[in-house]
């Protein structure tokens, strides 16, 4: 009989059947939601006996997770191809545990200068209070330039691929070969790769979701993960979100949970309506280029085309310069069926201007006009490009 968990089956096979009881049992198809705070023991002995178990899954209080937890956990290991991970209950906190894990005072983050705007806010603000220094690099560093960067007390290595709104694809092997040959260790935020990129074959230590996005799919739920791939970095991430309380719904665990089972398909869906609608904005008058990794057009698509397995749904749309910011803003406007807001990985369209989320402090990213960050949902490809249509045809000229 096949396992569920064998690696030969495809990934839209193993998430339909991992992390439930099986196919070949009496009972409800998916688990229940597991809630609760304390944890009753038969004796004082079994008591300590679990405390000493504090890394595994074992009920020890409600604050270290539940049976819907461990099944979340097994089931984000598994789609980033690591042996454990965390599940806490937002996409900044996955980014604030192992930062706060690998760094203390007197450290050096190296921070691509592309990087989500607050994990900035985290670096510059309470890291840089609690005497943690962060440089901010160029995305494209290579390694030779990643070595001349890294200083003796450099900790942490972080990256992130393709970079939030300017869609910079990084050389994850070679920033990971230039930071461990110097001790540091390789953190990814990889929501952008979700399932798409393998962050441990390519060097990472630890890679970072939020899970809020593709995995819940149906934005309604917050929640981030942190997964690793060695017993060593597990006890490090798991022993400081413990100490700093982080904890995450069960009953959004259970939402994640019953998201995944749609994932592959979701992925694949939009990844193939996102490029559909990114071709056919490649030949608008009114658009100067596309910020999206998959096209041969991307300035690093070959980096794209060697790491990733395929792309996700989000990408940049850069205007011709005789735009300004405001003309942005009015396509976003004048849209119907795409939405203004944060976020992204959901099942519904979303168009957000990029240039007030943009701050560069290592290298200006030269778009060369006003940009807007679209996401693509589910919707008919047909519908969404008539709605975009109308929109740019309003501009000015």
Not at 165 to 176: K, L, R, Y
């Amino acid at each position: 009989m096949a396992d569920p968990t064998d690696k030969q089956l495809g990934f839209a096979t193993r998430m339909s059947h991992h992390g439930r009881a099986g196919a070949k049992v009496h009972g409800f198809v998916n688990p229940p939601v597991h809630r609760g705070s304390t944890v009753l023991f038969p004796d004082c002995e079994s008591r300590k006996s679990a405390a000493k178990q504090r890394y595994e899954q074992v009920l020890t209080y409600g604050t270290a997770g539940g049976p819907t937890h461990h099944m979340l956990e097994d089931m984000i290991a598994e789609i980033e191809g690591g042996t454990r991970a965390l599940i806490v209950g937002t996409g900044l906190a996955a980014v604030m545990v192992p930062l706060l894990a690998y760094l203390k005072a007197g450290d050096h983050c190296l921070m691509p200068d592309s990087v989500y705007g607050p994990a900035r806010n985290l670096s510059d603000g309470l890291m840089k209070g609690w005497g943690i220094e962060t440089t901010y690099y160029d995305p494209l560093v290579d390694e030779a330039g990643m070595r001349a960067l890294i200083r003796p007390n450099t900790k942490v290595v972080y990256t992130e691929s393709p970079g939030s709104h300017t869609f910079e694809v990084q050389d994850i092997p070679a920033i990971a070969r230039a930071a461990h040959a110097a001790g540091a260790k390789v953190l990814m935020d990889n929501t952008w790769g979700f399932y798409n990129f393998q962050p441990f074959e390519h060097g990472v230590d630890v890679s970072i979701q939020a899970l809020t996005k593709y995995a819940g799919g149906h934005s309604d739920i917050l929640l981030g993960s942190v997964a690793v791939n060695s017993p060593e970095d597990w006890t490090v991430v798991k022993g400081a979100a413990s100490q700093l309380g982080q904890f995450a719904s069960p009953d959004d665990c259970w939402l994640c949970l019953r998201g995944l089972r749609t994932l592959p398909v979701r992925l694949r869906q939009q990844a193939e309506n996102g490029l559909t609608v990114a071709r056919w904005l490649e030949g608008r008058p009114e658009v100067l280029r596309l910020l999206h990794p998959a096209l041969p057009s991307h300035p690093q698509h070959e980096l794209y085309a060697r790491d990733f397995l395929g792309p996700c749904s989000l990408f940049g749309v850069v205007l011709q310069p005789r735009y300004s910011e405001a003309d942005a803003e009015s396509v976003c406007d004048n849209l119907a069926l795409f939405g203004i807001g944060a976020s992204w990985g959901g099942y519904e369209s979303l168009a957000l201007p990029t240039a007030p989320s943009i701050t560069r402090t290592a290298k200006d990213p030269a778009l060369g006009g006003p940009a807007i960050r679209l996401h693509i949902g589910l919707e008919e490809t047909e519908d969404l490009i008539a709605d975009l249509a109308q929109a740019l045809d309003r501009l000015p000229g």
